[in-house]
């Protein structure tokens, strides 16, 4: 039988108070693949925390229920955008959303919508499997910033897409096939701005997939030595690589 090993975790950092990312890392019920999600939420009075929970929650259920995962996601828009419309603690509340699932066979549907992000750790060699929604991505993608100037604009965390901002939103749909030993990690921003893609490759290749807590537990100190300035989550997932 094919088996995908999953391992996370979630800290909130040094700076901040309260945690207002979220994870999901489970097998679906009735065998059928795995579900893989980050959310980072962003609101007022804890009203991120509230985002990036709701999002996960109505992705779950809709994804158990059998919803393509696109269509989950939407419906997670939905969800987010009619609570924060209807309760005004909730005002301006939103999320990234970060999701896979991931096959029997090692095949992964992935949809993203903001700045989390997904990577790929093929034979050592590390790809970004999503484009941040950002203005500073637009402006890198433009000319108009080098990614190092990008990871210390004063706007860097300014999102042009949000799960929950609008009644709708657009997501990005990718599907890649997963091949023995690949490493595939979704995280929040708190890892991403804070260790550079050369030494999340580093980390994640130092001692292979056979520990992926050691992995995980190696980004999320990365990050913490270089200020935690942000919540930090990582969610880490290798394929054995057998077909069904």
């Known amino acids: 039988m094919p088996v995908l090993?999953?391992?996370a975790r979630t800290h909130p950092g040094w700076v901040r108070e309260n945690n207002e990312d979220a994870y999901l890392a489970e097998l679906l019920p009735g065998d059928e693949g795995w579900l893989v999600a980050v959310a980072d939420g962003?609101?007022?009075?804890?009203?991120?925390?509230?985002?990036?929970?709701?999002?996960?929650r109505t992705l779950r259920e809709q994804v158990v229920a059998g919803a393509p995962l696109a269509e989950a996601v939407l419906a997670a828009n939905q969800e987010v955008f009619r609570r924060q419309a209807g309760d005004?603690?909730?005002?301006?509340?939103?999320?990234t959303l970060t999701a896979a699932v991931i096959g029997r066979g090692g095949a992964v549907e992935l949809c993203h919508v903001g700045d989390s992000r997904a990577y790929?750790?093929?034979q050592g060699c590390l790809s970004r499997l999503t484009?941040?929604?950002?203005?500073?991505?637009?402006?890198v993608r433009s000319g108009a910033l080098t990614e190092q100037e990008a990871r210390r604009h004063p706007q860097r965390n300014l999102l042009t897409r949000a799960i929950g901002t609008d009644v709708a939103v657009p997501v990005d749909e990718t599907t890649v096939q997963l091949q023995p030993s690949d490493l595939l990690l979704l995280c929040s921003d708190g890892l991403s701005e804070a260790v550079p893609d050369a030494r999340l490759a580093d980390l994640l290749a130092a001692a292979g997939p056979a520990d992926?807590?050691?992995?995980?537990?190696a980004l999320i100190e990365a990050a913490l030595a270089a200020g935690g300035a942000d919540n930090i989550t990582a969610v880490l997932a290798c394929w054995d690589g057998e077909a069904p």
């Open 120 to 122: 790929l750790l093929r």
């Open 131 to 139: 484009r941040d929604h950002s203005l500073v991505e637009e402006f």
């Open 88 to 95: 005004p603690d909730l005002s301006g509340m939103g999320t």
């Open 212 to 217: 992926l807590a050691a992995r995980v537990d």
């Open 5 to 7: 090993r999953l391992a």
């Open 42 to 56: 962003m609101g007022g009075h804890r009203a991120g925390e509230v985002a990036s929970w709701l999002a996960l």
